[in-house]
């Protein structure tokens, strides 16, 4: 029974394609964060990007 249903599982094709990169996408999320970054290099005495980049 577990033969079968991997078997019609696996024979159906589905496309399965990556969206186009979009650069403009990781910079708006890091973005979002930057306040919270800033606060928080602040409050640890490091670079902000830093802690964006983590």
Same mark, same amino acid.
Not at 6 to 23: F, H, T, V
Not at 36 to 41: C, L
């Given at each position: 029974?577990?033969?079968?249903?991997?078997?019609?599982?696996?024979?159906?094709?589905?496309?399965?394609?990556?969206?186009?990169?979009?650069? &403009?996408?990781?910079?708006?999320?890091?973005?979002?964060?930057?306040?919270?970054? &800033?606060?928080?290099?602040?409050?640890?005495?490091?670079?902000?990007?830093?802690?964006?980049?983590?």
């Amino acid at each position: 029974m577990f033969l079968l249903v991997l078997l019609a599982g696996c024979s159906s094709k589905q496309d399965y394609r990556n969206p186009p990169w979009n650069p &403009e996408i990781p910079v708006k999320r890091a973005m979002q964060w930057m306040p919270v970054s &800033e606060k928080a290099g602040a409050a640890w005495g490091v670079d902000p990007q830093l802690i964006t980049a983590i």
